[in-house]
């Protein structure tokens, strides 16, 4: 059974930092993309960066420069960095697997909710 569980969700003021989690079954975690996408209300789910099992990286241009994505694949886990956030980036973030760096897979988490407050 695959299961992508995301933490680190919370509120911070505009210009803050946050760190997403997402811990993933290890099958699915080795052979996999792993991505983050987000939904804030009344919008589509939107790619926010997604990485390779070898490192190559994808960001929408909307978070290129302040957000971070990484993956430590002995502990099965992605991670985003989100610097310099913006109310602009409220949303719910989702990890998702099985997709490529540029669309998104079939396996998803519950998600958690950032806000960011102005």
């Known amino acids: 059974q695959v299961q992508l569980v995301e933490s680190g969700g919370g509120l911070v003021q505009a210009g803050g930092s946050l760190r997403l989690s997402c811990a993933a079954s290890?099958?699915?975690?080795?052979?996999?993309?792993m991505g983050w996408y987000r939904q804030a209300p009344g919008n589509q789910r939107e790619l926010v960066a997604a990485?390779?099992?070898?490192?190559?990286?994808n960001y929408a241009a909307s978070v290129e420069g302040r957000f971070t994505i990484s993956r430590d694949n002995a502990k099965n886990t992605v991670y985003l960095q989100m610097n310099s956030l913006e109310p602009e980036d409220t949303a719910v973030y989702y990890c998702?697997?099985?997709?490529?760096?540029?669309?998104?897979?079939?396996?998803w988490g519950k998600g958690t909710l950032v806000t960011v407050s102005s």
């Open positions: 998702n697997a099985g997709g490529t760096i540029t669309t998104r897979g079939d396996y």
């Open positions: 290890g099958s699915i975690f080795s052979r996999n993309v």
């Open positions: 990485i390779s099992r070898g490192g190559i990286t």
